[in-house]
């Protein structure tokens, strides 16, 4: 069973004091916790702490075994990344970049189990019919989609998604978020995802964390953080929240609010 725990996380950028002594709930085997809060809140910069990507202060922790004792190849080998850029357009073809990567990573599977998986993730993403057409030709939501089997493909036990939906339309956004459960449900492991979309998040997140300017101002299951106070204070937007049938919260925004006003 998998337990990531991170504790004080702060960072700078120079000067800037970009995180403020974030806690995450700690985590264990089949958690998905969602990231939320506007632009310039700190979710990436987050994302890049927790990966080990930027220096930071605090503890973050895999089954309580950090980045520094495991050494970087450890970390690496246990944690995947998907970053909000997706894989730069290039001549390389789709496949050629999962084999590539699968290499320089030194992943513990054979080629014939390698390219199973491979196989099995550009199916489910809706790869198959552009794996062999070069990176340059397709959309920018395809290759947000490349960016997600890469890290896929590494079976870790800690996934980090920042913004994977971003360039998807609604359809690929719930197809992305069905497939990050299924195989949770799957292969154990937690998921840690930076999202916009506060329906989607409220559907697919076991725990939420409403981030504004560095510091955490809501923490608890979708019910519990996605409040008309809340989202007043975070977004400056007048909501009402009702529940689907199954008690997940939807948010349903009436307007902006005015810097002088209040919900």
């Known amino acids: 069973m998998t337990r990531f725990t991170a504790r004080g996380i702060s960072a700078f950028y120079g000067r800037k004091h970009v995180l403020d002594r974030v806690d995450l709930p700690d985590l264990t085997d089949n958690q998905v916790l969602g990231l939320l809060g506007p632009n310039a809140s700190g979710k990436s910069t987050l994302m890049r702490c927790l990966s080990g990507e930027k220096t930071t202060e605090g503890r973050i922790a895999i089954d309580g075994e950090t980045r520094a004792d495991m050494g970087h190849d450890g970390w690496h080998h246990r944690l995947a990344s998907m970053h909000q850029s997706p894989p730069n357009p290039s001549a390389l073809l789709p496949t ?40 340059h030709t397709l959309s920018g939501g395809k290759r947000q989609l490349v960016g ?116």
């Open 96 to 135: 050629e970049l999962m084999w590539s990567t699968a290499r320089a990573l030194d992943l513990d599977i054979s080629d014939q189990e390698l390219g199973r998986q491979i196989e099995d993730i550009f199916k489910r993403l809706g790869l198959a019919e552009v794996a062999l057409s070069p990176l």
């Open 148 to 263: 997600l089997a890469l890290a896929l493909m590494r079976d870790p036990e800690v996934l980090l998604l920042d913004e994977p939906t971003s360039a998807l339309d609604l359809h690929w956004r719930m197809v992305v978020l069905d497939l990050v459960r299924e195989r949770l449900a799957e292969r154990g492991g937690v998921v840690i995802a930076a999202l916009h979309d506060l329906d989607l998040a409220a559907r697919y997140c076991d725990l939420i964390v409403l981030l504004h300017r560095g510091k955490i101002i809501a923490s608890g299951t979708p019910s519990e953080v996605l409040t008309p106070a809340n989202l007043a204070r975070v977004y400056r937007v007048e909501t009402r929240v009702t529940a689907d049938e199954d008690g997940r919260p939807i948010v349903h925004v009436i307007r902006p609010l005015r810097d002088f006003e209040t919900a």
